[in-house]
């Protein structure tokens, strides 16, 4: 099993990540991999996610750090593909991206809204803004892969959605305290 930390539109643009309760969450649980799909902002954020572990990271369109457009990996025996969604094609033609680089996941941002759509033959998992937008709190999506089953808990302060992807088993707004 491989379990995933996806996060995205930081959009800190001076100083460090700032520490909020799904900040602590992460420093307080092991993840094979941090994802953050983009819109980090600044050179300090990005050395600050790799101080908590494996960071793979893609740009967005306010990066100013050289990441990649794209990441494609292999795990558990799935294709993920990472983008932030920014590009119109992305935008325009998820299902049709996700089918020519063969994704089973695809992980994207851009939106700042949390959100997990079923393709068919694929899952597109938005962790939403880590540090929240207009005055809403903070979310990011847990991922554990495990033979071909995909589960995503979609994370807020005090909330999470659970979603599990060759079952369709869906739990929504159900309440944990994260202290």
């Known amino acids: 099993m491989i379990k995933l930390i996806v996060i995205g539109d930081t959009h800190v643009v001076n100083g460090s990540l700032p520490e909020n309760c799904l900040v602590r969450l992460i420093k307080s649980e092991r993840f094979d991999f941090i994802i953050h799909v983009g819109d980090l902002s600044n050179e300090q954020v990005l050395s600050d996610l790799k101080k908590l572990g494996n960071l793979i990271a893609v ?48 992980l994207t941002g851009h939106t700042h809204k949390p959100s997990i759509q079923d393709l068919g033959e694929s899952i597109v998992v938005n962790p939403g803004s880590l540090m929240g937008s207009n005055g809403e709190d903070g979310t990011m999506a847990i991922i554990n892969l495990d033979s071909g089953i995909i589960r995503v808990r979609v994370q807020g302060c005090g909330w999470f959605n659970d979603y599990e992807y060759g079952r369709l088993i869906t739990r929504a707004d159900e309440f944990t305290s994260l202290g």
């Open 59 to 106: 740009a967005g369109e306010t990066d100013t750090v050289l990441l990649p457009d794209k990441e494609l990996l292999d795990l558990e025996g799935l294709r993920v593909l990472i983008i932030h969604g920014h590009q119109k094609e992305a935008r325009m033609h998820l299902r049709r991206i996700a089918h020519y680089f063969n994704a089973r996941l695809v």
